[in-house]
């Protein structure tokens, strides 16, 4: 037991070693060339508070709301959402009257009819939202080249790696919510300056926590009091940013609740049926001598 236990406090002592080494190699290098760095992000995103994180997590049906709300007014004209249908919404606590006159605000290209032609009608809960552009093409066109990403997955899509020691911790807090993370920061990152000297293509916005660059073609979306929130939340960038993360996160794993339930049930289940197993094991050996 004793050597277990200074193992396990040797094994600390070196990842805790390992982290300050690497954050201090990370900083000296930052500090060298700040102007031209090569990794990114430049910022780690900032982990927030979510009500959906960890074993017990829950989405937050009122921000869902609100996030679908900022998806509509702001990022809609731009990003599709290709594989969310509008039925589905009934899971951030809509009635199915309320999810059919949401479904009928927009116009589906349907088609073709009897005579051949394609025509337009009022959305049902059975459609998808529908894309802005008519095909990626069109929609890099109108982005100065660079389409904007579907948004069905975004959430699980995106995500800064954690790297050593800190994805064996995510492990023990069940830590899954870098994709939330990373766009929260994302869209609150646009009003940092750039360091002197760093060169921003033209047509791009610096942004420090952009997963693959100093910039991006994607220009602040969100400004404050943009979207009118009628539930009395802070109409901010910040919150915002918060809502519409937590909703793409919703979007893109919309059974993220019955997962986690099942999940804790099989584990509890488990460990009657461990502890049983074992019982079992001794009354059955009971007599015998070993
Ligand atoms: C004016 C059009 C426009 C609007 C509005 C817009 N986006 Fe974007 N978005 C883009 C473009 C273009 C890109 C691709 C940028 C690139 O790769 O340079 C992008 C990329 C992204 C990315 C991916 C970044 C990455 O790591 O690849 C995220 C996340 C994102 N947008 C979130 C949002 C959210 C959330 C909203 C609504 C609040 C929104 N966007 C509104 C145009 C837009």
């Not at 927030?48 to 509509?72: H, N």
């Not at 088609?111 to 802005?132: I, L, T, V």
């Amino acid at each position: 037991m004793k050597k277990i236990l200074t193992s396990l406090a040797l094994l600390g002592l070196v990842v805790v070693g390992v982290e300050t080494a690497s954050t201090g190699a990370i900083a000296a290098e930052e500090a060298h060339n700040a102007a031209a760095p090569t990794h990114f992000p430049i910022d780690q995103p900032k982990e927030m508070d979510w009500s959906f994180a960890g074993p017990f997590g829950t989405y937050d049906k009122a921000q869902l709301q609100r996030g679908l709300k900022v998806y509509k007014e702001v990022c809609a004209a731009c990003h599709s959402m290709n594989l969310v249908a509008f039925r589905t919404l009934e899971g951030l606590g809509y009635s199915e009257g309320q999810v059919k006159t949401l479904a009928a605000e927009y116009t589906i290209h349907d088609g073709p009819n009897d005579a051949g032609d394609m025509f337009d009608r009022p959305g049902k809960p059975s459609d998808y939202f529908p894309a802005p552009f008519a095909n990626e093409q069109a929609a890099a066109a109108s982005n100065g080249g660079a389409a904007p990403p579907d948004m069905s997955l975004l959430a699980k899509a995106r995500g800064v790696e954690r790297g050593f020691p800190r994805f064996v911790f995510d492990i023990f807090t069940q830590y899954a919510q870098g994709g939330p993370d990373y766009i929260h920061s994302l869209l609150t990152g646009y009003d940092e300056t750039p360091p002197a000297g760093m060169v921003i293509p033209e047509g791009t916005h610096y942004n420090p926590y952009f997963l693959s660059g100093v910039s991006l073609k994607m220009p602040k979306p969100l400004s404050d009091g943009q979207v009118t929130y009628d539930d009395g939340a802070p109409q901010t960038v910040d919150q915002y940013s918060r809502d519409v993360s937590a909703f793409l996160m919703w979007a893109a794993e919309p059974h993220m609740e019955d997962r986690k339930k099942t999940g804790f049930r099989v584990l509890v289940f488990l460990l009657l049926f461990g502890a049983l197993v074992y019982l079992t094991k001794r009354k059955v050996w009971e007599g015998v001598t070993h």
